[in-house]
């Protein structure tokens, strides 16, 4: 019997694409732009965030869900419904300083947690 956390898409926040060698990038989706680095299986545009973000009330739209979140939400539903190829984990490139903010966002998002499982 498979555990739920074994059927979560594994997802890495990564500060460089050149992290992950050239036989996993086959098979993964990379969320942001590998410049020069590609072989990837599928890559995602990660989107800027919201000149909003959190500058309004509690429970705004557009201050709720990271940009990161949505997309990552997205990418499952397409992977799902066959209009992405099949991918079996996720990269997101994230910049040094915005790592433990990124993460702590995904951590704390209901669908990601649902989806995906963070690597350590």
């Known amino acids: 019997m498979t555990s739920s956390a074994t059927a ?26 590998p410049g020069a680095e590609g072989g990837w ?14 500058r309004h009330v509690a429970g705004c739209l557009c201050c709720t869900r990271d940009p990161v979140a949505m997309v990552l939400a ?7 419904t066959g209009r992405r190829p099949f991918f079996r984990e996720v ?17 704390n998002d209901v669908l990601v947690r649902a989806r995906y499982r963070l690597a350590p």
Do not use: H, Y
């Not at 926040?13 to 990379?30: G, Q």
């Not at 997205?74 to 799902?80: A, E, K, L, S, Y």
């Not at 990269?91 to 951590?107: N, S, T, Y």
């Open 8 to 33: 979560l898409i594994p997802l890495t926040l990564l500060s460089d694409p050149v992290e992950w060698p050239a036989a996993r990038r086959r098979n993964a989706l990379l969320v942001g732009d």
């Open 41 to 54: 299986g599928n890559v995602a545009d990660r989107p800027a965030v919201s000149p909003f973000m959190s």
């Open 74 to 80: 997205q990418v499952f539903q397409d992977r799902v």
């Open 91 to 107: 990269a997101v490139l994230v910049g040094e300083k915005d790592l433990v903010a990124i993460r702590q966002q995904l951590e």
